[in-house]
């Protein structure tokens, strides 16, 4: 498991929906990289896709990556 998780740093433009310091799983699209963009799924457990910049992204360690996923 090769799970990656991004911090929010910025949500101007969504402040109802991105939460800044929050940490979010990413799933990886390499079509939406691309553009700059990436996609983040939130509190309802669907994915949303977002300006790259807003985030800092993150490789977690195989056994975080598993403690996270079953907390979020």
């Known amino acids: 498991m090769n799970t990656k998780y991004a911090v929010c740093l910025e949500n101007k433009g969504y402040k109802h929906s991105l939460e800044i310091g929050k ?17 983040v799924i939130g509190e309802e457990g669907e994915d949303y896709l977002y300006e790259a910049k807003n985030f800092y992204p993150l490789i977690v360690p195989k056994d975080l990556a598993i403690a996270l996923h079953e907390r979020i």
């Open 23 to 39: 940490l979010y799983e990413i799933i990886p699209d390499e079509k939406v990289e691309n553009r700059q963009m990436i996609r």
